[in-house]
């Protein structure tokens, strides 16, 4: 058997990580919107639609993951609605809730 085969290996400590609960949250924070730019022209309205939501759809997921909702189950209608509300965007429909507890589907 070679010899660094034998030898101890050193007692390394894990680096200090920052811990979940002392890390700020969005929710936390004042809210400061996104510089908008303009969307491209000449694409059909449902496009547009569609876009929209999606990004609404994602803000909010954001937001219910930063202040500790994770799984969709928890992510009920009025919940994620409450979220809108904190955040500053209107309620979202429930086309766009479904939408959300699908991001959140896939965000583990």
Known sequence: MPAAALRPKPNRKPSPTQSTAKRPVL???PYA???KRPLPAGRP???YV???RRLKAMRLAIA???SGVYLPG???NETIRSTAQTIGVHPPSDTTCHMVR???RYSR
């Open 50 to 52: 569609s876009h929209n």
């Open 64 to 66: 219910l993951l930063d």
């Open 33 to 35: 919107p996104v510089e």
């Open 74 to 76: 928890q992510a009920r």
């Open 45 to 47: 309205r449902e496009w």
């Open 27 to 29: 929710l936390d924070l």
């Open 102 to 104: 699908a991001l959140m």
